[in-house]
């Protein structure tokens, strides 16, 4: 009967200590290191004449000479998206982040963050902005 009592308690404990050990946050901070380059553009989408959203290409490269999976997240107010993309030193990458707005006032940023940048990467808004995807491209 010990035995059976064992079991039953291990598996919990099991799964618990992988879920906790191999968190999905931490598995992308030691992923190769990043900064932001000069060259971004944004581009404005319109629907029937008025601005219904932008498109930010956000230029960024490789600094610690690795190879990796990193993570990017695109946020505003708290909500957004999230990739990931392999990346390699010597190749110039950019972030494309799609956001739609709407006429509703409202100062704001959209942040663009990833585990291994020094300093997200902000675009201020002053309407209110939904982040619809965000992708990692070549350059």
């Known amino acids: 009967?010990?035995?059976?009592?064992?079991?039953?308690?291990?598996?919990?404990?099991?799964l618990l200590s992988v879920a906790l050990g191999g968190s999905f946050c931490e598995r992308y901070s030691n992923g190769?290191?990043?900064?932001?380059l000069i060259g971004t553009t944004i581009t404005y989408n319109y629907r029937?004449?008025?601005?219904?959203?932008?498109?930010a290409n956000i230029k960024f490269e490789v600094i610690d000479g690795t190879s990796?999976?990193?993570k990017?997240?695109?946020?505003?107010?708290?909500?957004?998206?999230?990739?990931?993309?392999?990346?390699?030193?010597?190749k110039q990458y950019k972030a494309v982040v799609v956001c739609g707005i709407?006429?509703?006032p409202k100062n704001s940023a959209v942040i663009i963050d990833c585990p291994t940048v020094s300093e997200?990467?902000?675009?201020t808004t002053d309407v209110k902005t939904g982040v619809a995807s965000i992708t990692i491209e070549e350059s």
Do not use: N
């Open 48 to 55: 029937s004449g008025v601005i219904a959203g932008f498109t």
């Open 120 to 123: 997200p990467y902000k675009i």
């Open 1 to 14: 009967m010990r035995k059976i009592w064992h079991r039953r308690l291990l598996l919990p404990l099991l």
């Open 102 to 104: 709407s006429a509703t």
């Open 72 to 90: 990017m997240t695109a946020e505003y107010d708290g909500e957004g998206k999230s990739c990931t993309a392999f990346v390699t030193p010597g």
């Open 68 to 70: 990796g999976d990193i």
């Open 32 to 36: 190769p290191e990043i900064q932001w």
